[in-house]
């Protein structure tokens, strides 16, 4: 069983999204972690990149395969979780602590197009 | 990997439902429904490099050899040399078509009854490697049959190998074994065949007998707390050892000479490719497998561009990972052979991102077999 936490917006590309003022946080989901295995790289973007909604922005690599990561929502990146560079392993460790982008959006309302918890739930299946 | 997935449904080994029950992660790999982890592919990888760990290849092929031709019609399919092999030897080799392109990678073993051979190939080439077989037979006096589906087999692997097969088997025997050896024992009535060969740069054994007997002794090795290990980390550490695998590093496109392989295969014999192979080694190939480390942790994965640093595409990666064992992103990959010398700077081109790096050995790791 997935640990799903309520009051966030989730990706159908397993990113979660949690919404400080009108910077997205952004991170992957514990299903998402538990699929992919021990996470041994994160490829993360550098400060001042801008993505579209949906576009990859980077990529979880595990011992067998790599991931691409999508962003959620459209914007800038502000900040990115260096930590991860070195230790990875964070992600499978907490998934929803493990945040890898903060994003400054630039169209809030995009966050209406990503689902509930509710709904991530029922489209994971559990 | 040679993923053959044909639409017919996956076959299962005799231990599926022990991998189903552990909570394995299951993947169709050679037309079987095999477990790539039980839990942390890191985990096992480690338990095989520090203790011991158990791995199914039931699904690997048994074809017998036997009759009075079967010496000269092994020799002639096979790149090494099985002429004055003792009973009890093992020998690692090829089978090539005329144009030296690999049919398969194969262990030969010379029986202990005379004119008597086994020959292990792929899973994923066992019909193709019978039908071969089959064809060119004709004209020798041997017989062939393949007897994969009547036997299991598993690989316990890893420094503490040979300690837990003597006290499950009771096979002091086990200990006298040299690397590429075998001996025959009994296992609930049926012949097992106890092997010191393997597939991860560990000493280790193999161990083939009747899928009832290869069951029971899973459950053993478990209970004595050996590893379950799935094909995931098979897969690391064949490539830390510098292993090649049918399919990505072999392949009738990959013959043995590109491969680095032409130590086994005996130029100074007749066998079916060996002319091609000869002109190969003689005039040289156009492309070779490599081994190359680049500087980060980004990891080059099969099919990603190597490239000379100035951004020309010169070859592809046919196997990579971060390694577990030595904590480095390495890869092989086919590259044009002016490429191909050790200390040549290269990159590998991963996603958006190009990460230089530079040609080292292909054995990434210090094997560590039983001499």
């Known amino acids: ?126 | 990997m040679t993923e053959n997935q044909q639409q017919e449904p996956l076959q299962r080994t005799c231990l599926h439902e022990r991998h189903v029950a552990l909570g394995a992660k299951m993947s169709p790999f050679a037309g079987f429904d095999m477990p790539i982890q039980y839990g942390s592919i890191i985990t096992e990888h480690l338990a095989v490099r520090e203790k011991a760990g158990i791995f199914d290849v039931s699904h690997m092929g048994e074809i017998f050899v036997d009759g009075r031709d079967a010496e000269r019609f092994v020799n002639h399919i096979f790149t090494n040399e099985i002429r004055g092999m003792e009973p009890g030897k093992v020998l690692y080799g090829m089978m090539c078509y005329p144009d030296g392109g690999v049919v398969d990678d194969l262990l030969v073993y010379r029986e202990f009854e005379p004119d008597h051979y086994l020959l292990v190939v792929n899973a994923a080439n066992i019909d193709k490697d019978f039908a071969w077989i089959q064809e060119q037979v004709k004209g020798f006096d041997c017989r062939v049959r393949n007897e994969s589906a009547a036997w299991g087999q598993v690989a316990v692997q890893g420094p503490e190998a040979e300690r837990y097969v003597i006290d499950v088997l009771g096979a002091a025997e086990a200990a006298k074994l040299g690397f590429y050896t075998f001996c025959n024992l009994s296992y609930k009535g049926k012949r097992l065949i106890l092997s010191r060969t393997g597939y991860t740069g560990e000493d280790g054994f193999e161990i083939y007998s009747a899928p009832e007997g290869i069951v029971e002794l899973w459950d053993r090795f478990l209970a004595e707390g050996v590893q379950p290990c799935g094909l995931g980390c098979r897969d690391t550490l064949r490539f830390e050892a510098g292993l090649p695998l049918y399919g990505d590093e072999l392949s009738p496109e990959i013959s043995p000479v590109m491969a680095g392989l032409g130590m086994f295969c005996k130029l100074d014999k007749d066998f079916i490719g060996r002319d091609a192979l000869l002109r190969q080694k003689t005039e040289g190939c156009e492309r070779k497998l490599v081994g190359i480390e680049i500087e980060d942790k980004a990891v080059p994965r099969a099919g990603y561009p190597v490239e000379t640093l100035q951004g020309e595409e010169v070859g592809v990666v046919t196997t990579g990972y971060h390694s577990i064992s030595l904590d480095k992103s390495i890869c092989f990959a086919l590259v044009g052979s002016a490429y191909a010398a050790l200390d040549t700077p290269l990159q590998i081109r991963i996603r958006k991102k190009t990460f230089p790096g530079k040609v080292v050995k292909k054995r990434f790791y210090q094997t560590n077999y039983k001499k």
């Open chain 1, 1 to 126: 069983m997935s640990k799903i936490i309520e009051g966030l917006k989730y990706s159908e590309s397993h990113e979660w999204v949690k919404v400080e003022g009108n910077v997205a946080v952004i991170g992957v989901t514990d299903f998402a972690q538990k699929e992919m295995g021990d996470i041994t790289y994160v490829d993360v973007p550098d400060v001042d990149d801008s993505f579209e909604a949906g576009e990859d922005f980077g990529a979880l690599e595990s011992v067998k395969a790599s991931s691409d990561l999508y962003c959620p929502v459209s914007g800038k990146v502000v900040e990115v979780n260096e930590e991860l560079e070195d230790a990875p392993e964070k992600v499978n460790e907490d998934a929803f602590a493990a945040w890898i982008i903060k994003v400054e959006m630039s169209d809030a309302s995009e966050l209406d197009a990503l689902m509930d918890a509710a709904a991530y739930k029922a489209m994971i299946g559990e």
